[in-house]
């Protein structure tokens, strides 16, 4: 039965019953273009049938109805919406004219089609509209539905000169409005859920190419069918498995669509190369077309283009801005050109013209025997990664297919996707982004950054540390037991291949079998001379320090775009502070005042590590503190300090009070970043916290610190319960399936030289480190020192605990840890 003669009959159940046509069709053969082609004639007919019924007897003439954006263009995937420009020849419609309209929209929706319609006429038609563009650009996707072609041809017949005479100011706009989107993404197409609707190299993206050829007559340059075929049918399945309009490839999907058979892939990571592929080419399209617009646009930027031209050498040609070789042939006979090629790309970050890459892309199998053979190539690698633009030509060299042809090894993460919620890239990007955070340091102005940048400034082997970051996680792509274990033998195979001077191999390796090492001890009691002496054992020289402090950072910053936190950041240099003062054997002097009676009975039964890591104004501080505490019996105090919140409390010393202080924080949404936990010969204990709003609660509300404050001193004293406090929090949301954290419990006790150290890893909650220090209390534990991390739905906690003034005896520690692993489980 046809379409129409459904219709005809009972138009809702005969839109679902097609529907279901078209989603089993595509099911079963994945042919996507035909199951557009379905719904887009479902919906022609569907708004024939409706305007016949209800529009043509109120409007014989003077109403048009014409498809726009994407049903423009048929492309009506399951369930996006049907987009309808309702063209009058005056006004909107008024009296029973307005009616019917009214019960035209009313019978489209009625029919489970989502109609998203306006109303216009010819003139609004043909002005430019920069604050709704929208209207403007769908024009260039119009096709007439039915109504009064009279009306519609005035409309068609006037169009052509409109985009002629708007087309550069219109092609701007999608420009800008491009870079936006784009910025909403980071600009990267590798993301590891990705949006493939709205992300760089995705639908969208596909659609400006086309704008931009209507309004200017540029082409992609490449073909873009199976890229498009591919993101189609990503995009069915997206819409029918979640049966409604969502364009996000989460974890759960990835697994899911793998074993569609008409995909051809074998699994979710082939799924995901296979998208990221398809996106790249698209992505790449898109910045082609867009750059030729702008330079079009901005003389001051094509005259900066001209000069450039001035870096042209005997091998190559600098025109416009992009380079080109003088003779293509060349690179066949010398491979090593590219090289050349890449190092004048680095010294002047100057971009290759399409051609250039494409002369590349088609020598890759010559490029990669060449390579892949041992070559002394070290030098030339070496003037790129030392140059101001290394990072961006690496980007380059990957994007064409030469870093994988010079190194192997790196295929191996290409694209690769692990399942991470932390971690927002592919493995390959994630390396790239953290080569352009190092770079980028030398151009900031934060003054918390310009301490690393100084450091960047006395690395003497830049080669070994940019490279270090090329391979540190090329490991991640194969099985093997540690990745930095496996990155680090990977290097060694490709440093031999080239070349690398020993000493510089030495240290790329170093840092890479290293690289979690300093991350790691973030996680550490810093003012424990046992961490201090094992960050000298492992880091053994001060070259090594800086380099791997500067890998650090590269390698946080690029996990996502808020990884690198404030309080990381600060930890970080306090972690190279600690490894600098072991390393250089300094002499520390502390030296106290003499003490009065009150404060020498203050201080008396705390352990020495107070005085280390307090200076004297602090302890000053404390005394005051302490002498209010004297006078009420307990006192919180509450500061904002450089972007952190820091929580003092003093009261004499029961049972759970570390975790009630906890609890109270996590009911009010804070995120608590680090503790301390000191009690006195007298009993006295001081607690302190940092801790961070995520919420902004406490900035956007000062009289929500005093509700805060006055929260602490209710539990302190025992007038409150802590567990209703957390009952009115709302659980943050889940990860994915495939992303959830299953808890475990680390028992150390040779980390301290006076206390067991004990670290869980968990999946987040509120109340979290309430119910772990809740369960050491029962178990008759003495909190030391808390160390709390807390990465999207991941926390690390570290705690440090004696029982008895000592260390955890073996039994009590075995207990301990399945206690800790049941808390965890708890809500």
């Known amino acids: 039965m046809m379409i129409e ?72 995937f399951p369930h996006s919406d049907v987009d309808v420009l309702i063209l009058v020849e005056g006004g909107p419609p008024v009296g029973k004219a307005k009616e019917a309209l009214a019960r035209f929209l009313q019978t489209i929706w009625d029919s489970s089609l989502r109609l998203s319609h306006s109303v216009h006429t010819v003139r609004d038609c043909i002005e430019l509209h920069e604050q709704n563009i929208e209207l403007n650009v769908s024009l260039l996707d119009q096709r007439f539905l039915t109504g009064d072609a009279a009306l519609y041809a005035e409309l068609k017949s006037k169009l052509p000169r409109f985009y002629q005479s708007q087309k550069d100011s219109l092609a701007r706009h999608l420009c800008r409005l491009t870079q936006e989107r784009h910025h909403k993404f980071h600009a990267t197409i590798h993301h590891l859920e990705p949006n493939i609707k709205e992300a760089p190299g995705g639908l969208r993206d596909l659609h400006l190419i086309g704008w931009l050829g209507k309004l200017t007559g540029a082409q992609p340059g490449e073909d873009l069918a199976s890229a498009r075929e591919y993101l189609f049918a990503l995009r069915c399945l997206l819409h029918l498995q979640s049966n409604r309009d969502n364009n996000l490839l989460n974890f759960d999907f990835q697994e899911e669509f793998a074993s569609r058979a008409f995909l051809g892939v074998s699994g979710p990571a082939p799924l995901m190369r296979a998208y990221f592929r398809s996106a790249r080419r698209i992505h790449r399209s898109a910045l082609r077309l867009m750059d030729s617009v702008q330079a079009k646009s901005n003389s001051l930027l094509a005259n900066f283009r001209e000069w450039r031209s001035r870096l042209s050498n005997a091998e190559f040609t600098v025109s416009k801005d992009r380079v080109l070789f003088r003779n293509s042939q060349q690179l066949e006979k010398d491979p090593e050109l590219a090289l050349r090629m890449f190092h004048l790309v680095a010294r002047h970050s100057v971009p290759l013209h399409p051609e250039t890459e494409r002369k590349v892309q088609e020598n890759l199998p010559v490029l990669s025997k060449h390579y892949g053979q041992p070559r002394p190539v070290w030098e030339a690698v070496h003037d790129i990664t030392t140059q101001s633009g290394a990072a961006f030509a690496l980007r380059t060299m990957h994007e064409c297919g030469l870093l994988g042809a010079i190194f192997p090894e790196w295929a191996g993460v290409e694209c690769y996707v692990i399942r991470d919620f932390n971690h927002r890239y592919t ?131 690029a996990v996502n775009p808020s990884a690198m936190s404030p309080w990381r950041l600060d930890q970080l240099w306090r972690v190279y502070r600690t490894a600098q003062k072991e390393l250089t054997r300094e002499l520390l002097t502390e030296k106290i005042v003499s003490s009065t009676p009150e404060r020498e009975a203050f201080l008396k039964g705390l352990p020495k590590r107070y005085l280390r890591i307090h200076t004297e104004a602090e302890i000053q501080q404390h005394l005051r503190l302490e002498e209010q505490r004297r006078e009420t019996s307990l006192v919180v105090d509450v500061r904002k300090h450089n972007g952190t919140y820091h929580l003092t409390v003093l009261a004499k010393d029961r ?90 419990v680390s028992i150390d006790d040779e980390a301290s030289d006076s206390a067991t150290l004990i670290e869980v890893v968990a999946q987040d909650r509120p109340g979290l480190l309430n119910d772990l220090s809740s369960a050491l209390s029962e178990a008759g534990c003495n909190i030391e020192l808390v160390l709390i991390d807390t990465e999207a739905h991941k926390a690390i906690d570290v705690f440090y605990v004696t029982a008895n003034g000592r260390k955890l005896d073996p039994a009590k520690a075995e207990t301990l840890e399945a206690r800790l692993v049941a808390a965890c489980a708890s809500s």
């Open 655 to 744: 049972l759970f009070l570390f975790a009630s202080v906890a609890g109270a924080l996590a009911s009010f949404g804070m995120n608590i970043l680090k503790a301390e936990a000191f009690c006195n010969q007298q009993g006295t204990v001081l607690d302190t916290f940092a801790f961070s709003d995520p919420q902004h609660t406490l900035e956007l509300n000062p009289q929500e610190i005093d509700r805060l404050r006055l929260t602490l001193e209710r539990v302190i004293s025992g007038r409150a319960d802590v567990k209703s406090l957390l009952k009115n929090r709302p659980r943050p949301s889940a990860p994915s399936k495939g992303s959830r954290i299953e808890p475990s």
């Open 427 to 557: 493995v390959d990007e994630h390396t790239l982004i953290a080569i352009e955070a190092l770079d980028e340091l030398a151009r900031t102005t934060d003054p918390a950054r310009q301490r690393f940048a100084g450091l960047l400034s006395e690395v003497d082997d830049l080669a070994a540390l940019r490279l270090a970051l090329v391979f540190h996680d090329t490991g991640k792509g194969e099985e093997s037991e540690s990745h930095c274990i496996e990155s680090a033998r990977l290097a060694g195979i490709a440093a031999d291949r080239i070349g690398m001077p020993e000493l510089s191999r030495r240290m790329m390796l170093t840092l890479i079998e290293r690289h979690l090492d300093l991350s790691g001890a973030m996680n550490r009691d810093l003012q424990d001379p046992a961490t201090a002496r094992w960050l000298g054992e492992r880091l053994e020289t001060i070259e090594v320090l800086k380099s791997l402090t500067l890998l650090t950072y590269a390698d946080i910053s």
């Open 5 to 76: 003669e459904k219709l005809h009959s009972s138009p809702m159940e005969e839109v679902r019953a097609a529907s279901e046509e078209i989603r089993a069709r595509f099911l079963e053969t994945g042919d996507s273009a035909g199951a557009l082609a379905s719904r887009t004639s479902l919906a022609d007919a569907m708004i024939a049938q409706a305007h016949q019924e209800f529009l043509a007897p109120a409007f014989p003439d003077g109403l048009a109805l014409m498809a726009v954006g994407g049903y423009g263009r048929r492309e009506l």
